[in-house]
């Protein structure tokens, strides 16, 4: 599997991501600075976690108009599977591939700590490596990772099966209080629509090797590197 990490000023998430990639693939992604007005032939992109441009203005924002989002906007319309981690899954919001928006936590408060989600959809490229409704822990760390949406967007979501995963409780529920940002249906990751998409505000690549405490989120790695293995 061939794959492209962008990293941006700002990026702290990037070196994460290219270690669990390295470690489920037997090639090391390419990293691609912001500026670059080119991508590689990949199968695979990445736009992890971090504060884009220190957040200024809103998260992901400024991210979502540099060069290299222009080729990821290109490469996601013509089918090349795209994941955004955290601030990633802001700059895709921000730069239309998915909808809606990501907020100020309803605590107003930053928030880091290990998080349990149910996985919804199992039938995406990203979440193939896992059972359907299984709870899983994987780690968020961020201040504005409230998932918003209107009426409609929220029920077209519901209706075609785009929601990946929702933070829930020890028993699958996705109880108020096992949501840690106030998202609307408890949402922590979607899919666009042609499925090849999908942000996501918990950071798999923390938790993808055992000595990090967990491997729940080496299993998206790992189906991931399988299912585009060349």
């Known amino acids: 599997m061939k794959s492209a990490v962008i990293v941006f000023p700002g990026s702290n998430c990037d070196r994460d991501v290219q270690l669990a990639l390295a470690a489920s693939s037997d090639t090391p992604p390419t990293m691609v600075w912001h500026g670059d007005s080119e991508l590689p032939s990949v199968d695979l992109i990445v736009v992890p976690g971090g504060f884009s441009y220190g957040d200024y203005l809103r998260a992901g924002c400024m991210a979502a108009n540099s060069p290299v989002m ?18 990633g899954f ?10 809606g928006a990501l907020l100020r936590n309803a605590g107003l408060r930053f928030v880091c700590r290990d998080v349990l989600l149910r996985t ?7 979440t193939q490596g896992y059972d359907q409704n299984a709870v899983i822990r994987i780690p968020v760390a961020h201040h ?10 929220l029920k077209d979501l519901e209706d075609n099966n785009r929601i990946a995963f929702r933070y829930c ?12 940002n106030g998202s609307a249906a408890n949402i922590a990751g979607i899919i666009n629509e042609a499925g090849n998409v999908l942000g996501m505000m918990p950071h798999p690549e923390r938790l993808a090797d055992a000595a990090l405490g967990g491997i ?12 585009l293995a060349a």
């Open 169 to 180: 409780n020890e028993a699958g529920e996705p109880t108020t209080d096992a949501n840690p």
């Open 90 to 99: 802001q700059i895709l919001c921000e730069s239309g591939l998915l909808p």
């Open 120 to 126: 919804e959809n199992t039938s995406t490229i990203f």
């Open 216 to 227: 729940d989120g080496k299993r998206m790695f790992d189906a991931l590197a399988e299912k």
């Open 70 to 87: 222009r080729e990821v906007v290109a490469k996601a319309i013509a089918g090349t599977p795209v994941l955004g981690i955290c601030n």
């Open 144 to 153: 504005d990772g409230n998932y918003f949406a209107d009426d409609t967007t």
